[in-house]
Structure formats: C-alpha cells, structure tokens
Nanobody
Framework: QVQLVESGGGLVQPGGSLRLSCAAS????????MGWYRQAPGKQRELVAR???????NYVDSVKGRFTISRNAAKNAVYLQMNSLKPEDTAVYYC?????????WGKGALVTVSS
C-alpha cells in the first residue's frame, strides 16, 4: 500500500504561481513513476505531468512551458511548480504513483485560478 498526501492548493489570481507537493509513504520501493492529474468540474481526469524513477518527464501540451514536475527521492516527494496560471487550470489536482500492476492516488488538492 502506498499513501499519497497532496498539499499546496489554494486560490490564486491569473498569472500567479502555486507549488503542489505530494508526500509518499508505505511500500514506496516499487514505485516506477509518479504524476499529477487534474479534474475540472464536468470534465474527465487528465494527465498533467509525469516523472519516472529515471527522471524522464512528460507534460500535457496545455501546460508545457508553464508547469514543472520534479521529485526528491530522499523525501519520497514529488512537486508540481505551476506558473502563469490561467482560469482554465482550475481543477482538483491528484497525485498518483505507479507500481507494477497498481496505481495509487491521493485525495486531491483544489486549485482555483480566479480574479
């Protein structure tokens, strides 16, 4: 079992920045990738960014150049730095962890971009 806890969500004005954090605990040794997904009201959950244990990253096109995913292996944490936020980035952001045969999810952190 892997437990994931997100933090850092909140209300920010358009053009502002937020940093999300995800702390992992439990059976973390088998995790081979972690990511951030988001789900806006009335929409399907979508992948925002993902990072593998080898450090490879990928992003959805809509956040490229604005968001950066990173990890701290020593702290078992993954981060999402979000800059130049837009109202359309408003969503609940979920951290996930991929292990062989299983994906674990956090409970989510709400990000609201509004003036």
């Amino acid at each position: 079992q892997v437990q994931l806890v997100e933090s850092g969500g909140g209300l920010v004005q358009p053009g502002g920045s937020l940093r999300l954090s995800c702390a992992a605990s439990g059976t973390i040794g088998s995790i081979y990738a972690m990511g951030w997904y988001r789900q806006a009201p009335g929409k399907q959950r979508e992948l925002v960014a993902r990072i593998t244990s080898g450090g490879s990253t990928n992003y959805v096109d809509s956040v490229k150049g604005r968001f950066t995913i990173s990890r701290n292996a020593a702290k078992n944490a993954v981060y999402l730095q979000m800059n130049s936020l837009k109202p359309e980035d408003t969503a609940v952001y979920y951290c996930n962890a991929d292990r062989p045969g299983r994906t674990d999810w956090g409970k989510g952190a709400l990000v609201t971009v509004s003036s």
